[in-house]
């Protein structure tokens, strides 16, 4: 049996206080991810999961197309506004988001509201993050 690159993930999520379009929302903090290395990432909405670990609703599948995603990786946006929609494995034959030993910024990391048209407020936008200890050769 082959080994999972992913050792580790964990479900961040981030709530959406208001949906005006221009808005921009920092992750919080995640000392989990602190000094880790991210190798993928997958978000959800609440036709896949219904409430995130506090509760919240999570944002409903309508609004996956006025969300856009920044990551942060040593003070530079590498992943810039790259759409919600593509980050949901389920709308992608189950295909997760890789990425090479990304050290991600979680502070200085947002999603953006580009149309807040379908999102509804005190919802939250929920993500997972595989990681690893060590980078990956």
Do not use: W
Request: aromatic share 8%; proline share 4%.
């Amino acid at each position: 049996m082959q080994k999972s690159k992913f050792e580790k993930s964990i479900l961040v999520e981030l709530q959406i206080k208001t949906t005006t379009a221009g808005t921009q929302i920092v992750f919080p903090d995640v000392p989990q991810l602190r000094g880790k290395y991210v190798q993928a990432v997958e978000v959800f909405t609440a036709t896949h999961v219904a409430k995130t670990p506090t509760q919240l609703t999570t944002v409903a599948d309508a609004a996956k197309n006025g969300i856009l995603v920044n990551l942060d990786v040593n003070s530079n946006v590498i992943i810039e506004n790259i759409p919600y929609y593509t980050l949901i494995s389920a709308n992608n034959g189950g295909l997760i988001r890789e990425f090479k030993n990304l050290q991600v910024n979680i502070n200085k990391s947002n999603i953006y509201i580009g149309d807040g048209t379908n999102i509804v407020a005190n919802t939250a936008a929920l993500f997972c993050f595989y990681y690893t200890d060590r980078p990956i050769n």
